[in-house]
Protein backbone atom coordinates (compact mmCIF):
# COMPACT_ATOMS: atom_id res chain seq x y z
CA UNK A 1 0.00 0.00 0.00
CA UNK A 2 1.75 2.93 -1.25
CA UNK A 3 -0.44 5.58 -0.55
CA UNK A 4 -0.01 8.97 -2.96
CA UNK A 5 2.35 8.81 -5.23
CA UNK A 6 3.30 12.05 -7.26
CA UNK A 7 5.77 12.30 -9.80
CA UNK A 8 8.37 13.75 -10.58
CA UNK A 9 9.83 15.07 -7.18
CA UNK A 10 11.44 17.94 -8.44
CA UNK A 11 10.86 19.85 -12.29
CA UNK A 12 12.57 22.78 -13.77
CA UNK A 13 10.67 24.29 -16.79
CA UNK A 14 11.05 27.01 -19.34
CA UNK A 15 8.15 30.10 -19.19
CA UNK A 16 5.38 28.45 -21.69
CA UNK A 17 6.42 24.71 -21.67
CA UNK A 18 3.87 22.36 -20.83
CA UNK A 19 3.89 19.48 -18.61
CA UNK A 20 1.69 17.11 -16.47
CA UNK A 21 2.17 16.50 -12.57
CA UNK A 22 1.22 12.84 -11.88
CA UNK A 23 -0.69 11.77 -9.28
CA UNK A 24 -1.71 7.64 -8.24
CA UNK A 25 -3.26 6.17 -5.47
CA UNK A 26 -3.75 2.94 -4.25
CA UNK A 27 -6.25 3.13 -1.51
CA UNK A 28 -9.48 3.47 -3.48
CA UNK A 29 -10.35 7.17 -2.58
CA UNK A 30 -13.08 8.50 -4.21
CA UNK A 31 -11.76 12.53 -3.26
CA UNK A 32 -8.57 13.26 -4.88
CA UNK A 33 -7.40 16.88 -5.26
CA UNK A 34 -4.37 19.38 -6.02
CA UNK A 35 -3.06 22.08 -4.14
CA UNK A 36 -0.06 24.42 -4.22
CA UNK A 37 1.76 25.53 -1.48
CA UNK A 38 3.63 29.41 -1.85
CA UNK A 39 5.93 30.41 1.10
CA UNK A 40 3.16 32.00 3.24
CA UNK A 41 0.43 31.36 1.41
CA UNK A 42 -0.47 27.87 3.02
CA UNK A 43 -2.41 25.36 0.78
CA UNK A 44 -4.78 26.79 -2.00
CA UNK A 45 -6.90 24.30 -3.74
CA UNK A 46 -6.45 24.00 -7.73
CA UNK A 47 -8.82 21.33 -8.85
CA UNK A 48 -10.52 18.38 -7.54
CA UNK A 49 -12.67 15.06 -8.33
CA UNK A 50 -15.07 13.35 -6.01
CA UNK A 51 -15.15 10.32 -8.72
CA UNK A 52 -13.46 8.72 -11.66
CA UNK A 53 -15.06 11.22 -14.55
CA UNK A 54 -15.71 13.93 -12.52
CA UNK A 55 -14.01 17.13 -11.89
CA UNK A 56 -14.35 20.68 -10.58
CA UNK A 57 -12.04 24.07 -10.05
CA UNK A 58 -11.15 24.92 -6.58
CA UNK A 59 -9.75 28.62 -5.91
CA UNK A 60 -6.60 29.09 -8.30
CA UNK A 61 -7.50 26.77 -11.58
CA UNK A 62 -6.22 29.28 -14.11
CA UNK A 63 -3.37 27.66 -15.87
CA UNK A 64 -4.23 24.20 -14.99
CA UNK A 65 -6.06 20.93 -16.20
CA UNK A 66 -7.13 17.75 -14.57
CA UNK A 67 -8.85 14.65 -15.54
CA UNK A 68 -10.16 11.65 -13.75
CA UNK A 69 -10.10 9.13 -16.41
CA UNK A 70 -9.90 5.74 -13.28
CA UNK A 71 -10.40 5.80 -9.77
CA UNK A 72 -6.15 5.59 -8.88
CA UNK A 73 -5.49 8.74 -11.42
CA UNK A 74 -5.51 12.44 -11.27
CA UNK A 75 -3.10 14.41 -13.62
CA UNK A 76 -2.66 17.82 -13.81
CA UNK A 77 -1.58 19.32 -16.69
CA UNK A 78 0.12 23.02 -16.41
CA UNK A 79 -1.37 24.42 -20.37
CA UNK A 80 1.91 27.26 -20.51
CA UNK A 81 3.78 27.07 -17.73
CA UNK A 82 4.23 31.12 -16.09
CA UNK A 83 6.94 32.04 -13.06
CA UNK A 84 3.99 32.32 -11.12
CA UNK A 85 3.03 28.67 -11.14
CA UNK A 86 6.46 27.87 -9.39
CA UNK A 87 5.34 26.44 -6.07
CA UNK A 88 5.22 23.26 -4.33
CA UNK A 89 2.30 20.93 -6.09
CA UNK A 90 0.25 18.10 -3.38
CA UNK A 91 -2.13 15.61 -4.67
CA UNK A 92 -4.28 14.61 -1.77
CA UNK A 93 -6.97 12.07 -1.75
CA UNK A 94 -9.48 10.77 1.02
CA UNK A 95 -12.49 8.14 1.10
CA UNK A 96 -14.99 10.37 0.37
CA UNK A 97 -14.95 14.83 0.32
CA UNK A 98 -14.60 15.73 4.13
CA UNK A 99 -13.10 12.87 5.06
CA UNK A 100 -9.50 13.23 6.57
CA UNK A 101 -6.81 13.79 3.51
CA UNK A 102 -3.93 11.68 2.46
CA UNK A 103 -1.20 13.74 0.96
CA UNK A 104 1.74 13.08 -1.53
CA UNK A 105 5.03 14.00 -1.04
CA UNK A 106 5.08 16.99 -3.47
CA UNK A 107 6.31 18.23 -6.76
CA UNK A 108 8.72 20.90 -6.21
CA UNK A 109 8.50 22.92 -9.91
CA UNK A 110 10.34 25.81 -10.69
CA UNK A 111 9.83 27.85 -13.80
CA UNK A 112 12.53 30.35 -15.63
CA UNK B 1 -14.76 27.47 8.66
CA UNK B 2 -14.33 28.30 12.49
CA UNK B 3 -10.69 30.49 12.97
CA UNK B 4 -8.61 28.91 15.12
CA UNK B 5 -5.32 30.52 17.07
CA UNK B 6 -2.31 28.65 18.05
CA UNK B 7 1.03 28.84 19.53
CA UNK B 8 3.51 30.08 16.88
CA UNK B 9 6.26 27.56 18.49
CA UNK B 10 6.46 24.65 21.05
CA UNK B 11 9.65 23.33 22.78
CA UNK B 12 9.33 19.10 23.81
CA UNK B 13 12.18 17.07 25.09
CA UNK B 14 12.47 13.63 23.39
CA UNK B 15 10.60 11.23 25.52
CA UNK B 16 8.11 13.74 26.77
CA UNK B 17 4.46 14.37 26.32
CA UNK B 18 4.05 16.97 24.20
CA UNK B 19 1.02 19.12 24.47
CA UNK B 20 -0.14 21.06 21.45
CA UNK B 21 -2.72 23.71 22.34
CA UNK B 22 -5.29 25.21 19.95
CA UNK B 23 -8.51 27.93 20.34
CA UNK B 24 -11.25 28.15 18.16
CA UNK B 25 -13.95 29.50 19.77
CA UNK B 26 -15.86 30.23 17.15
CA UNK B 27 -16.69 26.87 16.68
CA UNK B 28 -20.32 25.49 15.25
CA UNK B 29 -21.89 22.71 16.52
CA UNK B 30 -21.34 21.02 13.15
CA UNK B 31 -17.60 21.51 13.20
CA UNK B 32 -15.08 19.10 13.65
CA UNK B 33 -11.22 19.38 14.61
CA UNK B 34 -8.90 18.39 12.85
CA UNK B 35 -4.67 17.99 12.82
CA UNK B 36 -2.66 17.86 10.57
CA UNK B 37 1.50 18.06 10.64
CA UNK B 38 3.74 18.88 8.00
CA UNK B 39 7.21 17.89 8.24
CA UNK B 40 9.84 19.87 6.59
CA UNK B 41 10.07 19.24 2.85
CA UNK B 42 6.92 16.27 3.12
CA UNK B 43 3.31 16.64 2.73
CA UNK B 44 0.99 17.04 4.86
CA UNK B 45 -0.17 13.99 7.51
CA UNK B 46 -3.12 13.59 8.95
CA UNK B 47 -2.67 13.36 12.90
CA UNK B 48 -6.34 12.81 14.12
CA UNK B 49 -9.92 15.03 14.38
CA UNK B 50 -13.00 14.58 16.92
CA UNK B 51 -16.14 16.09 17.17
CA UNK B 52 -16.97 16.61 21.21
CA UNK B 53 -15.28 14.11 23.02
CA UNK B 54 -11.49 12.94 22.92
CA UNK B 55 -10.29 10.75 20.61
CA UNK B 56 -7.16 9.09 20.78
CA UNK B 57 -5.25 6.88 18.07
CA UNK B 58 -1.75 5.31 17.18
CA UNK B 59 -0.23 8.63 16.74
CA UNK B 60 -1.89 11.23 19.65
CA UNK B 61 -4.53 11.77 21.77
CA UNK B 62 -7.06 14.71 21.17
CA UNK B 63 -8.84 16.50 24.31
CA UNK B 64 -11.52 18.99 23.52
CA UNK B 65 -13.21 20.64 25.65
CA UNK B 66 -16.70 20.50 27.44
CA UNK B 67 -17.75 23.85 25.78
CA UNK B 68 -15.66 22.75 22.95
CA UNK B 69 -13.95 26.07 22.32
CA UNK B 70 -10.48 24.87 22.66
CA UNK B 71 -8.60 21.65 22.22
CA UNK B 72 -5.06 19.77 22.57
CA UNK B 73 -3.38 17.61 20.54
CA UNK B 74 -1.37 15.55 22.89
CA UNK B 75 2.04 13.31 21.62
CA UNK B 76 2.58 10.92 24.75
CA UNK B 77 6.34 10.17 23.95
CA UNK B 78 7.37 12.55 21.65
CA UNK B 79 10.64 12.16 19.26
CA UNK B 80 12.77 13.84 17.21
CA UNK B 81 10.57 12.83 14.30
CA UNK B 82 7.50 14.55 15.53
CA UNK B 83 9.30 17.82 14.93
CA UNK B 84 6.97 19.48 12.67
CA UNK B 85 4.13 22.33 12.10
CA UNK B 86 1.30 21.31 13.23
CA UNK B 87 -2.14 21.91 12.30
CA UNK B 88 -5.42 22.68 14.14
CA UNK B 89 -8.14 23.21 11.61
CA UNK B 90 -11.65 23.47 12.44
CA UNK B 91 -14.28 22.20 9.66
CA UNK B 92 -17.80 20.72 8.77
CA UNK B 93 -16.89 16.70 8.47
CA UNK B 94 -18.73 16.64 5.35
CA UNK B 95 -19.02 19.19 2.66
CA UNK B 96 -20.57 18.99 -0.65
CA UNK B 97 -18.17 21.31 -2.57
CA UNK B 98 -14.65 21.37 -3.30
CA UNK B 99 -12.93 20.24 0.56
CA UNK B 100 -10.70 22.69 0.64
CA UNK B 101 -8.67 22.38 3.71
CA UNK B 102 -7.26 26.12 5.01
CA UNK B 103 -4.02 25.71 6.89
CA UNK B 104 -3.35 28.84 9.12
CA UNK B 105 0.08 29.27 10.69
CA UNK B 106 0.41 26.44 12.85
CA UNK B 107 2.64 25.34 15.30
CA UNK B 108 6.08 24.79 14.89
CA UNK B 109 7.41 21.99 17.73
CA UNK B 110 10.30 21.11 17.80
CA UNK B 111 11.64 18.03 19.87
CA UNK B 112 14.96 18.45 21.42
CA UNK B 113 17.14 15.39 22.20
Known amino acids: NAGVTQTPKFQVLKTGQSMTLQCAQD?????MSWYRQDPGMGLRLIHY???????DQGEVPNGYNVSRSTTEDFPLRLLSAAPSQTSVYFC???????????FGDGTRLSIL | DAKTTQPTSMDCAEGRAANLPCNHS???????VYWYRQIHSQGPQYIIHGLKNNETNEMASLIITEDRKSSTLILPHATLRDTAVYYC??????????????FGEGTQLTVNP
Open chain 1, 92 to 102: ASSYRVGQPQH
Open chain 2, 26 to 32: TISGNEY
Open chain 2, 89 to 102: IVRVAIQTSGSRLT
Open chain 1, 49 to 55: SVGAGIT
Open chain 1, 27 to 31: MNHEY
